[in-house]
């Protein structure tokens, strides 16, 4: 990420220069709206989803931005393929979070890329503030977000069907991994009906696209005050708070004029600024690990003074026997060092597990305390309850400093190579 241009320069260099852009999503719809696409393709900014960049290309549309988020290895295969000079002048923009195979079949053609982290608490912690954000539950999502930050005043959508066509097909023709395993993917899923593109009559939908749809009605809400929003996909199910409109008359009445295309280039920073955020991250990763270990001594040692109260027939010195208000106290101080800023590092590793057992431990804590007796006893019940918890602790932060360990690798390597270190 840090040796590729960042989304902050992107953002400073390409803001404002287009006022229309168009986001190519692959539902059953696309395969009607290609030919206007290619027609008017000069004249706005196209942001293409990831799946629909092969369809794309057997077209001869090429467009400005491809983006994809998915960490599954199967999204990684639709960038499988030499376009040769149709990747020129076509940025790709991925979550860092992003399969390694989607890294390796981009470098591998030589395309253009830039990587932005996830609004995940590792990432921000680490805190690049040139490399901004950017997220979203699909990568139309992505896409919107994108085309809002590059300040396009109009934004149309096509082929975001998020409903299953008449012929039951999900995505668009010649979806690259072919009909029968899209057919296959889709009816894994639970499915649902929801109102229709236009208000009339019914479609079906799955689960997932219904989530995304969800997701889509409240962004568009909020942003339909800034941005005029059109769902030009002429099917699927209809997402509020967009303009419904065909592709068609969109076209003509937003898209008046060629755009000076190929936008401008986005480098990466200079040599001597990436040194500096390379040391960082590499002194930052070593610091996370140095707490990771601290951590884990810290839940060993308070998991070895539980063991007095969880098992009284435990063989250990009763003369080195903590009270059991230390004993509590301990557990406090872990659990409030894991709510701390500087433990903001674990919260991917963590966050879902401790979520699970806070909620299963919140009638103990909510218990009613009437006498000295009762609160020893809500005590004792505290600490038995959190064995696991410790264990857990100390197991998921050991795992995660195993990962850095070995992640660590690539970025010491370069840096030994830059004579840094």
Known sequence: MLTHASLEELIKKRK??????????????????LPLLKKYA??????????SYPILHEHGIKPDYVLTLERVVATSEFFDNDFGDFDKNVLFVALALTNPKT???LERNKREYILTPKTLPLAMDMDFKEYQSLT???????AFLLATRLKHKNIIFIGQDLAFGKDDKGHSKNYSRGEEKSKQETNRLAKHTVKAYGGVGTVKTTE?????????????????QNFNIYNATEGGARIEHTIEKPFKECCEELLGKDLK???????????EHQNKLLLYAYKKIKTYQRRGENLAKECRRVSKQMTYFINPQSKQNAKNKPSLTSVYQNLDKIKNKLGTKKYAFLGEVLGPNL???????APLYLQNVLSEADKQNKMVAWIYA??????????????QNGVFKAAIVPLRELLEKRKLI
């Not at 979203?136 to 992505?142: A, E, K, P, Q």
């Not at 295309?261 to 040599?271: A, G, L, M, N, Q």
């Not at 979520?355 to 431990?361: R, V």
């Not at 264990?391 to 050991?398: K, S």
């Open 16 to 33: 404002g220069k287009a006022d229309t852009a168009i986001i190519v999503a692959t539902g059953p719809s696309l395969d009607k709206q």
């Open 136 to 142: 979203g539950m699909s990568v139309s999502h992505m």
């Open 386 to 399: 959190h064995e696991a918890w410790v264990d857990e602790v100390h197991n998921l932060t050991l795992l």
């Open 355 to 361: 979520h699970h057992y806070e909620s299963s431990l």
């Open 103 to 105: 890294i390796e079949y």
């Open 261 to 271: 295309k190929p936008f401008v280039k986005i480098k990466p920073y200079k040599r």
């Open 208 to 224: 997932v696209w219904f989530l995304f749809k969800n997701i889509f009605e409240p962004m568009f809400e909020r942003a339909k």
């Open 42 to 51: 000069k004249k706005a900014s196209i942001f293409c989803l990831d799946a």
